[in-house]
């Protein structure tokens, strides 16, 4: 850094990171006010958000899209609505990350397109396509394709970009997600680090990047990264992860160039932290978390983007966005952060750590190597249940006090809050109505692509020669540009892949996890297997059968993975079939297992369409001694429509206690089946 003492006395300051905002609801329109109104209050980068249709590959109006559309981002079924989202913000101009993954492919062709439109030099556009499959299967669930079809997707848009689109990062390899899901900080780095490898062999070994040009390829390369709350590890994470990422890429690839070797990453702090209890401890929380990978100079972020305080009651509203906007503002123009080198740099103290984390993290990368590569690893399950397990301890040390949070397990005494003394407008909430307009603006859409003002050509072709590049060797990304420009919509797109493809189911995790919580004498556990026990031989039956579903297109697995993996530990039979069910899929499940209790578990918004449903399709069966159990991110208002509508209980993230969530399934189940409370133990 230079010592020039500007003419105040001061240091001059390093550049500030890329500050985002990750935004996208309800409509592409809406979605376009929300980015400019962000860009005018000085965001200096676009993170898209889009919704769970867009993300797995449906239209608006497939089955398993209802309820869906315009929840947990903006929906995007064609080139008119991308045209829309990006109306009037100058794409060459843009620093532009977009969240998506399976169908990372298409949402890059649309973009190109609408670049074009506007008079883009593409060679010019700046920004990141996450297209990071294998976390996909660990942790999210927007997975479409197997591995290896997905993994060739990938490598594709990978090639295209270093031609044609130089300056794009076309993946963001995401540990993120890992984090979210339980991952340790060694875990982090190691399922990462062997997904890198996983696709830096996969693009080697295709012979479309010369071996000249692969410094190119791995200059591009970027990883989003979690900081949870323990600020010192995650910062020393940070310096592992640029330690092992130079070692991979000079010794496993060659490459020379140390600034192609740069461990270049972005990051969304973390929101598995994030309470619903006393929310507004969740600033300090995301202050911290930020710190994490602001202070040290060394391992800095090249972008940065905060939740908002109140994530975890529903979705943020504009004012909230701006105050996570306002926090990193402050800390780059307000304090002397920017104006140090690394400040860390000769700490024993942080040097022993990052030595530590990087040793044990090489070790897992190995062991990875040895059962066969990330891919290998995802399905074996090795990868999946490994999180399931870290998972579960983590909330076993949070249950047994071990692991204190503020509000939740400690300190739980607090005064009224003001920011949320009217929880219906403490959240933004997404219009109903939206999807039907959404769905019937989709419709007036392939009725009337043909015509003026649009005049694409009939779509037809440019799907059978998407079908007949996925069935040969040849690049995909040409045929998914033809598809475009055409007027193809997302559902055709992925449909055409998925006839040559097929899906892909992940493990679950849940049946190989080991146990977290012992049913040790006097517990809280082996008191609930207690009841369990009783309550099956009053039924008559050997055990009581749980079914956990995920109804929609909600991949954030977590919750019910624990739930799954608690109530087996305390003698249910547990039926889970993993996510992406429809309704009827889980009630025919329910029936053809002759299950005691369900429980459905949902993320995204969706649960007021999707859980009345099972239970109106319950009761059509005569299945009315079949309680339904409720669990997410549900308001306060729309769990007591829940609840009016039939719903046994509900739980949301402020109920951390889960063995407690197991003994209360057990009370329903005895409440439906008019069985007499059991007698609690002097």
């Not at 994470?237 to 991979?248: H, N, S, T, V």
């Not at 702090?269 to 401890?281: D, K, R, Y």
């Not at 002397?336 to 750590?353: H, M, N, P, Q, T």
Request: with cysteine; hydrophobic share 40%.
């Amino acid at each position: 850094m230079s010592e020039r003492q500007p003419a105040a006395g001061r240091r001059e300051k390093d550049r500030p990171w890329l500050m985002r905002t990750y935004a996208g609801h309800s409509t592409a329109e809406a979605s376009n006010e929300l980015y400019r109104r962000n860009l005018a209050k000085g965001q200096t980068g676009l993170s898209v958000a889009f919704d769970l249709p867009t993300q797995t590959g449906y239209d608006p109006d497939h089955v398993l899209a209802r309820g869906e559309v315009g929840r947990v981002g903006v929906p995007i079924a064609h080139l008119g609505d991308m045209r829309r989202l990006f109306q009037d913000i100058p794409l060459e101009q843009m620093n532009t990350s977009m969240t998506i993954n399976a169908t990372a492919m298409w949402l890059l062709a649309l973009y190109q397109v609408v670049a074009e439109e506007q008079g883009a030099d593409i060679t010019k556009l700046q920004g990141t396509t996450q297209n990071d499959i294998v976390k996909e299967y660990l942790s999210r669930g927007t997975h479409v394709f197997p591995p290896g079809p997905s993994l060739r997707l990938t490598t594709d848009l990978i090639a295209y970009t270093v031609s044609h689109m130089p300056k794009w990062n076309p993946i963001n390899i995401c540990s993120y997600h890992l984090q979210e899901a339980g991952a340790t900080p060694v875990q982090e780095i190691a399922y990462a680090m062997s997904t890198a490898i996983a696709v830096l062999d996969a693009v080697r070994d295709s012979g479309q990047v010369p071996q000249e040009r692969m410094g190119d390829v791995v200059g591009r390369i970027s990883f989003f990264v979690n900081a949870g709350v323990r600020f010192i590890e995650e910062m020393c994470k940070m310096r592992a992860f640029g330690r092992i990422w130079d070692k991979i890429t000079r010794e496993r690839y060659g490459i020379e160039n140390p600034k192609h070797r740069r461990f270049r990453y972005g990051v969304q702090v973390n929101s598995l932290g994030l309470t619903e209890a006393q929310p507004e401890n969740n600033v300090q929380r995301i202050v911290l978390e930020m710190l994490a990978v602001t202070l040290s100079k060394d391992a800095r972020a090249r972008a940065v983007q905060l939740p908002a305080w109140n994530e975890a009651l529903g979705l943020p509203r504009p004012w909230d966005q701006q105050w996570s906007l306002r926090i990193q503002q402050v800390l780059a123009y307000e304090s002397d952060l920017l104006e140090y080198d690394d400040i860390f740099e000769g700490s024993k103290v942080i040097e022993a750590k990052v030595d530590e984390l990087v040793e044990a993290a090489l070790a897992e990368i190995d062991h990875i190597q040895q059962l066969g590569g990330a891919l290998a690893a995802v399905e074996s399950g090795y990868l999946k249940s490994q999180l399931v397990a870290s998972h579960a301890e983590r909330r076993a040390r949070i249950e047994s006090g071990e692991e204190k949070i503020v509000g939740v397990n400690i300190f739980e005494n607090t005064e009224p809050n003001p920011l949320t003394a009217d929880l219906d407008t403490a959240i933004q909430t997404v219009d109903p109505a939206v999807e039907e307009r959404v769905v019937a603006a989709l419709r007036e859409w392939r009725d009337t692509r043909y015509q003026p003002p649009y005049n694409h050509p009939r779509p037809c072709k440019a799907l059978e020669r998407l079908k007949e590049a996925a069935r040969g060797t040849e690049n995909l990304m040409e045929a998914t540009l033809e598809c475009a420009r055409s007027g193809v919509t997302t559902g055709e797109w992925a449909g055409a892949l998925r006839e040559v493809f097929g899906e892909y189911r992940a493990p679950t995790g849940v049946s190989s996890a080991p146990v977290a919580v012992t049913a040790e004498a006097g517990s809280a556990l082996a008191e609930v297997r207690r009841k369990v026990e009783a309550t099956a031989r009053e039924l008559g039956v050997g055990k009581l059968r749980f079914l956990v579903g995920k109804p929609g297109l909600d991949g954030h697995s977590n919750g019910a993975e624990q739930i799954a993996v608690r109530a087996r530990d305390a003698g249910f039979e547990v039926v889970y079939q993993g996510i992406r069910l429809t309704p009827e899929q889980i009630v025919d499940a329910a029936l053809a297992e002759d299950v005691h209790a369900v429980g459905l578990s949902v993320l995204s918004g969706s649960h007021s369409r999707l859980v009345p449903d099972v239970l109106r399709r319950l009761r059509e069966a005569g299945a009315t001694d079949i309680p339904v159990i409720a669990g997410g991110i549900i308001p306060n208002g729309d769990a007591e429509q829940l609840r009016a509508a039939g719903v046994a209980a509900v739980f949301t993230p402020k109920d951390f206690d889960i063995t407690g969530i197991i003994g209360r399934i057990v009370d329903e189940i005895r409440i439906a089946n008019k069985l007499d409370p059991l007698e609690v133990p002097a």
